[in-house]
Antibody, heavy 117, light 108 residues
Framework: QVQLVESGGGVVQPGRSLRLSCEVSGSTFSSYGMHWVRQAPGKGLEWVAL????????YYADSVKGRFTISRDNTKNTLYLQMNSLRAEDTAVYYCAAEELEGLNFWGQGTLVTVSS | DIQMTQSPATLSASLGDRVTITCRAS??????LAWYQQKPGKAPNLLIYKASTLETGVPSRFSGSGSGTEFTLTISSLQPDDFATYYCQQYNTDSPWTFGQGTKVEIK
């Protein structure tokens, strides 16, 4: 059974940085494309970023491009999201998700990021 | 980027009803479309990928169809566990992925 556990969320001031982590267990992490998806309070899902299984390519939503960086460490079965220059509109629950073949097959429980002064 | 438009935003239905949700892409995405179900306070759950392929373990009352820019998710006979919010998502290659804005299925 694949399990994804996010950590690193919390309250942060506008303009500051935060790094989220997602530890994956129960399967071969290095075979999955990995994604971050966020959901602002009471709103819909917003896709944030994707990193290929081997880290060779990355894609970002326009709303975070240049501020967020997705990375992975296949030796630690861990996905990261470095978030810089945070804004109030980045407040959301952040989910990590694994792409096994097509679509996002496995999801974490989410970690809440609140950007507020 | 490719924009996804879902309709309706909210749908009121009764147990046993046939329910259809539509998703339109701003440009062709072939069949690179997935559908998810999300319940309050929970992570989404993949229902369908490649527009019409049912994910393992998903009940057969769920079905998907379409290609190009128009897609539908159909629930053939609405069950109590199906009251939730549904999202489409495109995953066309060489493009950032995007979700539709969601369709909430409520009890009538």
């Amino acid at each position: 059974q694949v399990q994804l556990v996010e950590s690193g969320g919390g309250v942060v001031q506008p303009g500051r940085s935060l790094r989220l982590s997602c530890e994956v267990s129960g399967s071969t992490f290095s075979s999955y494309g990995m994604h971050w998806v966020r959901q602002a309070p009471g709103k819909g899902l917003e896709w944030v970023a994707l990193i290929w299984y081997d880290g060779s390519d990355k894609y970002y939503a326009d709303s975070v491009k240049g501020r967020f960086t997705i990375s992975r460490d296949n030796t630690k079965n861990t996905l990261y999201l470095q978030m810089n220059s945070l804004r109030a509109e980045d407040t959301a629950v952040y989910y990590c998700a694994a792409e096994e073949l097509e679509g996002l097959n496995f999801w974490g429980q989410g970690t809440l990021v609140t950007v507020s002064s | 980027d490719i924009q996804m438009t879902q309709s309706p935003a909210t749908l009121s239905a009764s147990l046993g009803d046939r329910v259809t949700i539509t998703c339109r892409a701003s440009q062709t995405i072939n069949s690179w479309l997935a559908w998810y179900q999300q319940k309050p306070g929970k992570a989404p759950n993949l229902l369908i990928y490649k527009a019409s392929t049912l994910e393992t373990g998903v009940p057969s009352r769920f079905s998907g169809s379409g290609s190009g820019t128009e897609f539908t998710l159909t629930i053939s006979s609405l069950q109590p566990d199906d009251f939730a919010t549904y999202y489409c998502q495109q995953y066309n290659t060489d493009s950032p992925w995007t979700f539709g804005q969601g369709t909430k299925v409520e009890i009538k």
